[in-house]
């Protein structure tokens, strides 16, 4: 445990403190795009935070290789070889799209591409485990194609969750502290040797997300951009494919007696790696089939941008910036350590089940807790965050008349990208008019 922990510490210490030059070096570079009618934020921010984040993953790396007993995952395994040429591939896709702003298509070509040279050096599904049925064994363009099914969604589902200050990092780095303590127990507690590279995937992927944090969280200093959302996608896949088929029950030593249904669960175990993927990746999967739906439904392309993703509907309907990335955490834990939990303790699996329902029911009350907000009385009122005061008549209707007659806030001039966009180098620039959070920017 102390050399993933050192693993960790020190990919996080090298991504936090690249984070600050990349940062000016993107602004040098003029990776400061626009701000476009779907952004939250409201003034340019350079991206390509990706660059720290990826050299922080090869610190990880060149760490790990030489400590005594991580040294043994890269002499057993070709997997973290493999890892790094697939990330090298995705990292260099994406600082591409961040400064030149590549097509679609070009991107998800680049991302099968990233995945078939992880596939070419051996970190693939090699078979499944079926509940009631077993093991199922998969040649190799099954495994093929369903591993870059698996890389390509994963991506792609935690860059449409990249749209707030602080999201898709701390997301999923909460699925990762989820998947480590899964395989770390599956690794060190039954002594299965093949659950190690996984475990260090996980660790050194806390690292970089931890050590970008710092520079994302609202407001953010600079975005990761594609080039680290892309990248985080595919270290997060990677450590689910690495497990995913290589838990022998015989090494378990798990009751297999009774009924198939006794079996089954009991086998819980084993079936967590076809289960934690999807926990992982849950919300942002969930948003990114709404988003297809929802533009196929209205004659749009599935790739077209717009404000109808989940962090976008939070907004809207009056959380904060901060209280809807902490939202979103919230439902990233419950569902990510939910399954982690039911899986070590299966045989009490009612009590998880009653508590992630009870904290679903938590979950639902924040989320509705705007529409519940409280309005103090007129002699209290200096007492409160303004907030909580009540408007009086002539500041509603100054408000209501700045809007246009169809009832559409007027459109804001966009600031186009330079050094006075940056509040490390110039001064801050502001939109003359500060609308309320989701609304068109």
Same mark, same amino acid.
């Given at each position: ?48 935070? $990706? ?20 040294? =043994? ?7 973290? =070889?493999?890892?790094?040429? $697939? ?324 459109? =804001? ?27 068109? =920017?």
């Amino acid at each position: 445990m102390r050399e993933y922990l050192l693993t960790l510490c020190i990919t996080a210490a090298v991504t936090y403190l690249l984070t600050g030059p990349v940062r000016k070096f993107a602004i040098v570079a003029g990776a400061m795009p626009e701000i476009r009618a779907r952004d939250v934020h409201r003034e340019p921010t350079p991206r390509l935070g $990706g660059i720290a984040m990826f050299f922080g993953l090869c610190a990880g790396l060149l760490i790990a290789d030489h400590l005594t007993n991580l040294n =043994r995952v890269f002499e057993s395994s070709n997997e973290p =070889r493999a890892l790094l040429s $697939g990330a090298a591939l995705i990292w260099l896709i994406g600082v591409l799209d961040d400064k030149f702003e590549i097509d679609a298509l070009i991107k998800l070509g680049g991302q099968m591409i990233a995945a078939g040279v992880m596939v070419m050096q051996g970190l693939t599904i090699l078979w499944l485990p079926i509940p009631g049925v077993g093991q199922v064994s998969l040649t190799q363009w099954q495994g093929t194609l369903l591993t870059v099914a698996l890389v390509v969604i994963t991506i792609n589902a935690v860059n449409f969750v990249d749209g707030l200050d602080g999201l898709a990092a701390g997301m999923v780095c909460i699925a990762a502290a989820a998947f480590f303590l899964y395989a770390y127990r599956i690794w060190y507690g039954y002594g299965i040797e093949e659950a190690a590279p996984a475990t260090l995937f996980a660790a050194i992927l806390m690292g970089m997300c931890l050590g970008f944090l710092p520079h994302n969280m609202h407001p953010a200093r600079i975005f990761m951009g594609d080039s680290g959302s892309m990248l985080i996608g595919l270290v997060l896949a990677a450590a689910a494919i690495s497990i995913t088929g290589q838990v022998d029950p015989d090494a378990l030593k798990l009751n297999l007696g009774g009924s198939t249904r006794d079996a089954t669960h009991a086998m819980l175990p084993v079936f967590i790696p076809l289960v934690m993927p999807l926990t992982i990746i849950a919300i942002p999967f969930a948003d990114l089939v709404l988003a297809i739906v929802r533009r196929t439904w209205n004659g749009q392309s599935p790739f077209a941008a717009d404000r109808g993703h989940l962090h976008h509907r939070l907004l809207e309907i009056g959380h904060s910036h901060s209280r809807a990335v902490l939202i979103m955490y919230f439902w990233s834990a419950l569902i990510a350590f939910g399954a982690v939990a039911y899986s070590v303790h299966s045989a009490s699996g009612m009590w998880v089940v009653l508590t992630i329902v009870a904290l679903s029911f938590v979950g639902l009350v924040l989320l509705l807790l705007p529409r519940f907000t409280p309005h103090t009385p007129r002699w209290a009122e200096h007492l409160v965050p303004p907030r909580y005061r009540r408007r009086s008549k002539a500041v509603t209707e100054a408000t209501e008349a700045q809007e246009d007659p169809d009832g559409e806030e007027p459109e =804001r001039t966009p600031i186009p990208a330079g050094v006075n966009g940056a509040t490390a180098i110039g001064a801050r620039s502001r939109f003359s008019d500060r609308r309320k959070a989701g609304s068109s =920017r």
